[in-house]
């Protein structure tokens, strides 16, 4: 069963605009959701997790259990966050991954 | 501190061929996680180890594909034989726990012709 989805496959902004990221989710129980990133030629690496409830690189994710979804937000897009983004579930120990979303940012 | 370390970075083979992946985690991490990713899509668990026991298995195609972490340490993944939709990223992740964050390898890119 398909439990994160991205509805976007591709996302295109201008540098200083603001960009969001979709990211739903299906779990009964208590989810914990991360969003990693892989910017070009670079490992996938964690961006941020809702438990921490911080922000990271000026990104912000809220979790909204009511609407099942955990998407991921910058005011102020830069050239440097142009990269492909993946929302994750933790579920039975295990993370399941999103199909990603390519975003890219134009000057 | 050393990152996760993966070879063979690319790999060619055909089909109903065997190739094998080694993966070196980072020290002291004591699980370790092996993904499919194929093209378009985000990355799938295949198994994962708790030092040198198997947490989980359930997505790994047990007819031929196969795994092991000799030592809790290097582990290697083995596909034999391999088939056209074997295509893709294998991904290396470790962690010191379930719940803790996953460090990833560059991947090895394997093409099945």
């Known amino acids: 069963a398909q439990r994160v989805t991205q509805p976007e496959k591709l996302l295109s902004v201008f540098k200083g605009a603001p960009v969001e990221l979709k990211c739903n989710y299906s779990?009964?129980?208590?989810?914990?959701l991360f969003w990693y990133v892989q910017y070009s030629r670079q490992r996938l690496q964690l961006l941020l997790r809702h438990i921490s409830r911080e922000s990271i690189k000026g990104f912000t994710a809220d979790l909204n259990k009511g609407e099942t979804s955990f998407h991921l937000k910058k005011p102020f897009a830069q050239e440097e966050d142009s990269a492909m983004y993946y929302c994750?579930?933790?579920?039975?120990?295990?993370?399941?991954f999103g199909a990603g979303t390519t975003v890219t940012v134009r000057a | 501190e050393a990152g996760v370390a993966q070879s063979p970075r690319y790999k060619i083979i055909e089909k109903r061929q065997s190739v094998a992946f080694w993966c070196n985690p980072i020290s002291g991490h004591a699980t370790l996680y092996w993904y499919q990713q194929i093209l378009g899509q985000g990355p799938k668990l295949l198994i994962q180890f708790q030092n040198n026991g198997v947490v989980d298995d359930s997505q790994l195609p047990k007819d031929r594909f196969s795994a092991e972490r000799l030592k809790g340490v290097d582990s290697t993944l083995k596909i034999q034989p391999a088939k056209l939709e074997d295509s893709a990223v294998y991904l290396c992740?470790?962690?010191?726990?379930?719940?803790?964050?996953?460090?990833f390898g560059p991947g090895t890119r394997l093409t099945v012709l």
């Open positions: 992740a470790s962690g010191r726990g379930v719940h803790n964050e996953q460090f």
């Open positions: 994750a579930l933790l579920w039975d120990y295990k993370l399941s």
């Open positions: 779990y009964s129980g208590s989810p914990e």
